[in-house]
């Protein structure tokens, strides 16, 4: 309380602030890398992982012809292949006396063609047959290829039905045919009917014999475009609503409120199932149905906190050193309100993701042959006890992007919030 | 309440029967009533009182940053012009800079995402908007320094810098754009003994500097013995006493401030029984007693109390106190106190 108590500007703040400075001046280059997650104030790495797997996402996403090995729409082989499960090559076997040279001769509906029930070779049937009918119209011709389909419980029974002469042909795998053939030596393979792929398909194939990886890649351009299409298009529309609300008050606030909070209450799918049946299919429709849903969302979290942060003393403290309102809004409102609101943005592109999965499952959302997460993932819980591929891989994708999404956002507004910075 | 408000070069802010009155559920409530008082240039105003007395309205009334349902009349004439009248444009001039305010909490009253030196160069910006922004940034370094915090502080948050720091970075603000008056309410509240001692020597260093006036409101009788000019003691949103802090210490008149003084913790406390404790409880200010405010909790009260309010009168030069013990009535029976000089 007295003149000589001068305050020393060298005293105070000087142990809080400046001992990491000089503890990174004394270590090494290793370690100087570990503390550097004190030059960001965020854990540095937790950015660095989430930022390259978003970056190859992305990637992926604009460039999927790259990384796809097939087309998406094409079905490249059989059905409900396993990962890495070569597929089988399926034979021809017929008599030897009977002069069949392929399928061809024998694909008339007084044929009867023979395979062991429930094997993919019925799909190599039907599959070859259909070739048959597609190089027949090509070339202008009108032929009724369509032999009957017998079935049989094994494959001796069906060899001996064709040694017996009861049927034309018998389709079984290469591998079975050569071991089975010993026992019937009338019997000889005509030929292939698919080919045996000297590798398989690294996420399997699908219901309809499309390669679920190809599938994959394609779908990540979906994903990006309507999840963070919709996420932008919701916070553009619903943060400035949320900040005009919470911080102007009164009648505005309260119909605001209303509008938003109606909006709520609807389950979300309900409401984008309808925006999208009124508007029509499309991406463009897509990404308007799912941000109408989530810009509810983005105006509660930023008028909530508005409330909060409005009432703090460095607002006033703003206002009695002369502040316009607008400047208090743009300068000490909103970036104390936006951390909480990346945060919800990361977490809203994951959800948006999903929403249009479902929207699409519903048939409201893009075409149903769309390389689409959610399609696949739609479709692929029909065969989830037989295939666990169909819907392992693209479930995957949505946490990746969807983890990758709030680890940069998390991590980000610990970056962005000096506040949490602090040593 | 008879003072005229004269042109005085002396007098910065002349405050004349200023009522605050806040709409409530419960009805409106009169937080302060009918204050008068003036602040001269280049003094430092003491606001003592309890919590609820109207201490802070006061303070946010003279700002005119009051919620919209808090009424506000009488006159508020600064530097020879009336704040009421002022609109909306003319406020914000006003506010920062010809007056400024310190908060209680150093905690809070700064943005947490912005920088100490943002802060300064916005404050010059608002106000002076032809400023050029280096010119800003070595205004707001000198005047950092000044203040006693290291140039290199001002890129830090204000997390980073300690209580005490960020009150005289608030002081700063209101420096910077050379104030006629710093509000400070509650200022060194938050703070411990030292650095609110320290804090105490630099309001009197800048008041001597820059020529200042400080209304301090606070409850810390000893911060208001040791930094003050003047002192007034509110009671219920009126001034019950006003004037020159060692007379009004020294020589209490008004019963509440006899109370108020004898509850203050002293070092010889034992030699007394027990500390001071003022009977009765502060009154709602929705239904506030008839009479003279204080008259149900006074030691000394009589049947005029009950019945009228007394006025702030003038009892001996610079004193004036808001008591009928004080103050001759046709219907008062005991004989009126004579101060003397």
Known sequence: MTAQMTPNPEVEGVLTTEQWRRDLDRVGFVRRLLLARKWYGGDWWFVVVSAIMLIFVIIVGVFPQWFAPYNPRAEVGPALLAPGEVPLGYVLVTRGDANVTGLIDIAQPSNNIGFV???????????????????????????????????????????????????????MNQSDAEAALANFPELVITGGLTEAAGKGFIFGTNQIGQDVFSRIIWGTRIALIVGLSSAVVAFVLGVPLGLISGFVGGPVDRVLTLIMDSLYSFPSIILALSIAAVLGAGIGNIIVAIAVVYIPTYFRIVRGQVLSVKEELYVDAARSLGHRSIEILTRYIFPNVIPSVVIIFSVNVSDAILTEAGLSFLGLGLPPDTPDWGIDLARGQDYLRRAWWLITFPGLMVSLVTLSFSMLGESLSEILNPRLSEL | MEQKTVKDNDVLLQIRNLNVTYKTRFGPVSAVEDISFDIKRGEILGLVGESGSGKSTMGKALMRMLPRSAKVTGEMIFDGEDVMKYNEDQLRDFRGKRISMIFQDPMTSLNPVQRISDHVVEAIEVHEPETKKESALKRARTLIERLGIARRRLPDFPHQLSGGMRQRVMIGLGLVLNADLIIADEATTSLDVIVEAKLVDQFRQIRDEFGVSLLVITHNIALVAELCDRVAVMYAGQIAEIGPVEQVFDNPLHPYTKGLLKSVPNIRLDEREELYKMAGEPPSLTNPPSGCRFHPRCPFVMDICHRIDPRLDEVAPGRMVHCWLYEDHPEKETPTIEVAQ
């Open chain 1, 117 to 171: 029930v429930g094997t993919p070779a019925s799909q190599a049937l039907r599959d070859a047959v259909n070739r048959l009918k597609e190089e027949a119209r090509e070339a202008g011709q009108t032929a009724n290829y369509n032999p009957r389909p017998r079935r049989y419980q094994t494959i001796e029974d069906g060899l001996q039905a064709l040694q017996e002469n009861n049927i034309d042909g018998f389709i």
